[in-house]
């Protein structure tokens, strides 16, 4: 009888072991998301100055435009 009872209720030490397993799930979603924002920003800041430095290169006068479009 006291095997069944062990089925239908999990250990206190269980519950803790899934417990920490989210929390430990969510902070891993947690950071992965930041690294996302993160490189999202990256990529529009290297866009924009690629953009800026193509201008440039190509000798035109009115890149000052571009800095003022894209923010």
Known sequence: MARAHRLIAPSTDK???D??????A?????VTL???VIALFLFRELHQNAAIEDCLMAGRANCDLL???EH
Do not use: I
């Open 34 to 36: 930041f690294l996302v």
């Open 19 to 24: 417990a920490n397993r989210q929390t430990t």
């Open 15 to 17: 519950l803790y072991e």
């Open 67 to 69: 800095v003022s479009l």
């Open 26 to 30: 969510l902070a891993g979603l947690a």
